[in-house]
């Protein structure tokens, strides 16, 4: 087993913090919000983190609580007006933050390194962390879900009419989670800021959020866990193919088309065809007469 851990522990630690991206996605869609600002909000998590690290005496706790922190202001910031759009424009929105973030690392030399991004960051992030991490972001999550905060993220999902009748301020509900979500990213930023001791604006952007989005999504929506398990695949399968670059982006390819045409409801949906199917031949099993048997004639008769 430390064999084990020790051979695949960077591919290990990657899986834990694109659960926490997952994570992070899988809170906004729970309020019905479609956000592409995963890839900007863990830019700012990363970079703060990084600069503070890298440039004050302070320990590794402080930096990783800057970041969180620096994840959620800049949530709070934007969501206050982006929130009000729907549908098409809060993702368009969303998409443009990401990219305005990425083109500001891109540009500020003194403070980001510009292109060729900031090295010799400490290596302070550890498996034992990011698992504990995950591990508590699901704890408060599925407790969270079973109470009357659950019952109000629901009623704010299905519907917003309703939701407000019911005397839920739909807006303030999306903009907490918003925020919560934006120091979940901010969180997983400053972590993998400080696990391979270098960070750049290539590491950030559209395709971060994207890839955010499909943990969530193609791991299934119904629960928390869809994000480990679309987390887990989609990393450690590109791992696997690693010998055949080409053969890595087919396999990865087709594997995501057969999963949204097959499985709409995400990777955790895997087995309720196979239930299904099982159930109906039980239970038509049960209904047909045992062999040699004829059905009872109803004589009953109605006025």
């Not at 690392?105 to 034992?128: K, Q």
């Amino acid at each position: 087993m430390m064999d084990f851990l020790l051979a695949y522990e960077n591919v290990i630690a990657l899986v834990c913090i694109n659960a926490i991206l997952g994570i992070g996605v899988y809170l906004m869609l729970s309020v019905n919000r479609f956000s592409l600002a995963t890839g900007g909000l863990v830019a700012v998590g990363a970079y703060v983190s990084v600069l503070v690290s890298l440039h004050t005496a302070l320990p590794f706790p402080a930096a990783l609580a800057a970041g969180t922190l620096a994840g959620a202001l800049m949530a709070l910031l934007l969501g206050a007006p982006v929130l009000r759009l729907e549908g098409d424009y809060f993702a368009l929105a969303t998409l443009a933050f990401t990219e305005v973030m990425r083109v500001i690392a891109f540009n500020w030399d003194t403070v980001t390194g510009g292109a060729l991004g900031l090295d010799g960051i400490p290596l302070a992030t550890t498996l034992p962390l990011l698992a504990a991490t995950v591990a508590a972001l699901v704890a408060v999550i599925v407790i969270a879900r079973r109470g009357r905060t659950g019952r109000v993220l629901e009623a704010t999902r299905l519907d917003d009419m309703p939701a407000q009748a019911l005397g839920i301020d739909v807006a303030r509900v999306r903009l907490a989670v918003f925020v919560f979500s934006g120091a979940v990213c901010g969180l997983g930023g400053a972590l993998l800021g400080h696990l391979n001791g270098f960070i750049g604006p290539n590491d950030f952007g559209l395709q971060r959020s994207l890839d955010a989005i499909a943990y969530a999504v193609l791991g299934g929506l119904g629960h928390v866990s869809g994000a480990l398990a679309g987390a887990t695949i989609f990393t450690a399968l590109p791992e696997a193919l690693r010998f055949s670059a080409q053969a890595r982006e087919i396999v990865m390819a087709t594997i995501l088309l057969l999963a949204v045409v097959f499985l709409p409801r995400g990777m955790l949906s895997i087995g309720q065809p196979l239930r299904g199917a099982l159930g109906r031949i039980s239970g038509s099993t049960r209904r047909a007469a045992p062999a040699g048997e004829t059905a009872p004639i109803n004589t009953e008769v109605r006025p």
